[in-house]
């Protein structure tokens, strides 16, 4: 990327990891929290990095960025992880420049998505960005990138029905529960954990099970209030969290902790348990599904499952790809543009220069000479002739080597890189 000016690093990278190939053991090794993702942006800063975009999901974690090498990046990541770059190395991928690009579109589309269509992504790429701005580390190329992203992403949810009906990993634990588990409506389900995951999965359970036994506990209190108010739930303090796990039946865990939360001695192991676990990392314990009355799910399960809404989803994504293909071609051509936009910047200061000149000599020269109009008419010219040259360069991309150099050459623009 070095020869279209928008930034320090050589080239354009992603590297990450997703559930394609990492297990979520794997993936919650390389789980990144808030705090480390800032400090990561700041290291990054510090470093030189001028354009990096940080995200971590339950399904993948990503750095989008400009680097000298990969290993810049990989560097970072391991950094503010628990992984290493030996555990990297056998599940990640590297994308370069073009290639790079190509990803962010499909991940922010939602094709690339545990659950196809799922479009949570997007938002938490666009506040990815807004950390990296914050930490001043999002250049002009990341922010038009996103934004050509999150263009594809409305076009496809508009146009096509990629979004239709109700699917995502808190969907798919309800189905799963609906299904499975006999007599529902009376069931005691406990919801362990808040965040977005959390409060979606208590949203579908209470609409599609038409059970209001639900119990909600959250480290911060205040949090699972107001979402049981919203649905006149209960909320109980996290001190009772093993009394009301041995009083449940379902046990939904969707807590954001990097260790395991639920462990075998917060079970009563004579009651029969559902256990479905939607955290990165995992939060429950390896041993409870050893656990004879247990059944423990994890998210990667729960994703693997496909209904009628999937299935409609996938004959939706040739015409989305069609769109990605639209937009991505816009944004690469404004790259292409930002390859030339050194020169026709020198060009124009070179013309302005020469026409300056002789106004200044023909002033000299002409009596009552109108300098405004003279000002007005040159202009004009050479606004005609820097749109000649752009359409040229933009129209004949085969060329655009050939003719910035002969630019160049003809009108002596030594500072056009600079």
Sequence with gaps: MENYHISRGKHFYTIGLSYKKADADIRGHFSLTAESKIKLLEDAKNEGIDG???????NRTEIYGFAQHPYQLIKLLCEHTHGTVEEFEKVAYIYKNKEAIAHMFRVGTGLDSQILGDFEIISQLKIAFISSKNAGVANPFLERLV????????RIKNETEMSSGATSVSFASVQYILREVK???EKNILLFGTGKIGRNTCENLVKHTKNHNITLINRTKDKAEKIAGKF????????????EIRNADILIVATGAHNPTISKELIYPKKELLILDLSIP???SDDVAEMENVTVLH??????????TLERRKQCIPAAKLIIAEVEDEFNKWLEMRKFAPTIKALKKKLKGMKDAELDFQRRKIVDFNNEQAEIVSNRIIQKIMNHFANHLKDDSNTTDESLELIQKVFQLEDATK
């Design 52 to 58: 990096i975009i940080v995200t971590s999901t339950c």
């Design 183 to 185: 007599n529902i409506s």
């Design 147 to 154: 934004n050509a992203v999150i263009q594809a992403s409305k």
């Design 232 to 243: 006149n739930l209960k909320v109980e303090d996290y001190a009772n969290l093993q009394s």
């Design 299 to 308: 998210l990667d399960h729960l994703a693997q499952m496909t209904d009628e």
């Design 282 to 284: 995992k939060n429950v």
